[in-house]
T-cell receptor, first 114, second 110 residues
């Protein structure tokens, strides 16, 4: 299995620009999670989907952040407009439908906003 | 609110045993997980406890006491490659939403 795939792996952009992060979950996994990791705030859950439906987006920092999952094999996290404080590593993770199953993380996207 | 407490840093010698504790206070609880993360890498799953007791997987064991809202990760026969950050994480009542602790940085010395 290819594992969770994220793109791009690194992104450097300027403040005010739109940023789109992409994720392909493991085939057959019904749940998808977006996390953000920083030194100050640690690993935070931003949003998660079950069967392509957003279930809990309480971790999304503000309206500048949005996430979509148009089908079972693709999700995006968009930041518009981006700000320097959005600089972080963004991880996507997927899990089968059973709550006891393991969450598998992608390699992450390191975002730097100048 | 929801919070997880774990030590920020632990140092141990190669070949030794180390225990990383985690206490949690959450509105709901489905299980306690442990993840390992090397510098520059992604978190990788180590173990999961839904019920009280000890779970063993090779050199790693994890323990849970739900009445005490407490768990620990035990690493035996430490190796240099075990130097990494270790996170405890609580799954909420539904079993999907996961809250992570701040992580414990483990340094293994020769």
């Amino acid at each position: 299995d290819a594992g969770v795939i994220q793109s791009p792996r690194h992104e450097v952009t300027e403040m005010g620009q739109e940023v789109t992060l992409r994720c392909k979950p493991i085939s057959g996994h019904n749940s998808l999670f977006w996390y953000r990791q920083t030194m100050m705030r640690g690993l935070e859950l931003l949003i998660y989907f079950n069967n392509n439906v957003p279930i809990d987006d309480s971790g999304m920092p503000e309206d500048r952040f949005s996430a979509k999952m148009p089908n079972a094999s693709f999700s995006t996290l968009k930041i518009q407009p981006s700000e320097p404080r959005d600089s972080a590593v963004y991880f996507c993770a997927s899990q089968r439908g059973d709550p006891t199953d393991t969450q598998y993380f992608g390699p992450g996207t390191r975002l730097t906003v100048l | 609110g929801q919070s997880l407490e774990q030590p920020s840093e632990v140092t141990a010698v190669e070949g030794a045993i180390v225990q990383i504790n985690c206490t949690y206070q959450t509105s709901g609880f489905y299980g306690l997980s442990w993840y390992q993360q090397h510098d520059g890498g992604a978190p990788t799953f180590l173990s999961y406890n839904a019920l009280d007791g000890l779970e063993e997987t090779g050199r790693f064991s994890s323990f849970l006491s739900r009445s005490d809202s407490y768990g620990y990760l035990l690493l035996q026969e430490l190796q240099m490659k075990d130097s990494a950050s270790y996170f405890c994480a609580v799954r909420d009542t539904g079993g999907f939403k996961t809250i992570f602790g701040a992580g414990t940085r483990l340094f293994v010395k020769a």
